[in-house]
T-cell receptor, first 113, second 111 residues
Framework: TAGITQAPTSQILAAGRSMTLRCTQD?????MYWYRQDLGLGLRLIHY???????GKGEVPDGYSVSRANTDDFPLTLASAVPSQTSVYFC????????????FGSGTRLTVV | GQQLNQSPQSMFIQEGEDVSMNCTSS?????WLWYKQDPGEGPVLLIA?????ELTSNGRLTAQFGITRKDSFLNISASIPSDVGIYFC???????????FGTGTRLKVLA
């Protein structure tokens, strides 16, 4: 089934360690996004990419980095994890115009201890 | 930055009852979307609205794009247990790819 694949599904990570959350889409969407979801705060945009080779900062980018080497992949890296980064992370993609909304992955539940 | 005020934050209703939730903003959007998130899953698109005043249905769901383009509502008729989840509105910022998401309405249906 076409869509977005995120890995891992869940992870417990020691504070100070680094980790990369993977995201792959097979819909040839130009734009991709990373959101974090926290109780009471909804979905907050971390980073986005309008097209391969470009990235931009969202609402809460500190402590995270992304790369977009090709159309399909958009990994999110935590260089040195802190407990406040405990959250559920969602990757999403959309067409160039975004007019039909986003397609979301199933999420990665990250716990930083 | 832009914000969407979504209400109510949570609802507990009896099976068979109708549900209504809404989103308001100080910004004008050219598209409104409504998503549902099942437990442990990512949000899934329910309804998309593209014109001010537009009223669109998807089965038991009905959504409307406000005339001022600053608000939208979602109604669910005759709720069933599988309607449980979090419902998000999202507004599209004109000229960008970006959507602004509401904080969600958590719906629980009591059988």
């Amino acid at each position: 089934t076409a869509g977005i694949t995120q890995a891992p599904t869940s992870q417990i990570l020691a504070a100070g360690r680094s980790m990369t959350l993977r995201c792959t889409q097979d819909m040839r969407h130009n734009a991709m996004y990373w959101y974090r979801q926290d109780l009471g705060l909804g979905l907050r945009l971390i980073h986005y990419s309008n097209t391969a080779g470009t990235t931009g900062k969202g609402e809460v980018p500190d402590g995270y980095s992304v790369s977009r080497a090709n159309t399909d992949d958009f990994p999110l890296t935590l260089a040195s994890a802190v407990p406040s980064q405990t959250s559920v992370y969602f990757c999403a993609s959309s067409s160039s115009t975004g007019s039909k909304g986003y397609t979301f992955g199933s999420g990665t539940r990250l716990t930083v201890v | 930055g832009q914000q969407l005020n979504q209400s109510p934050q949570s609802m507990f209703i009896q099976e068979g009852e109708d549900v209504s939730m809404n989103c308001t903003s100080s910004s004008i959007f050219n598209t409104w979307l409504w998503y549902k998130q099942d437990p442990g899953e990512g949000p899934v698109l329910l309804i998309a609205l593209y014109k001010a005043g537009e009223l669109t249905s998807n089965g038991r769901l009905t959504a409307q794009f406000g005339i001022t383009r600053k608000d939208s509502f979602l109604n669910i008729s005759a709720s069933i247990p599988s309607d449980v989840g979090i419902y998000f509105c999202a507004g599209h910022l004109q000229g960008t790819y970006k959507y602004i998401f509401g904080t969600g309405t958590r719906l629980k249906v009591l059988a």
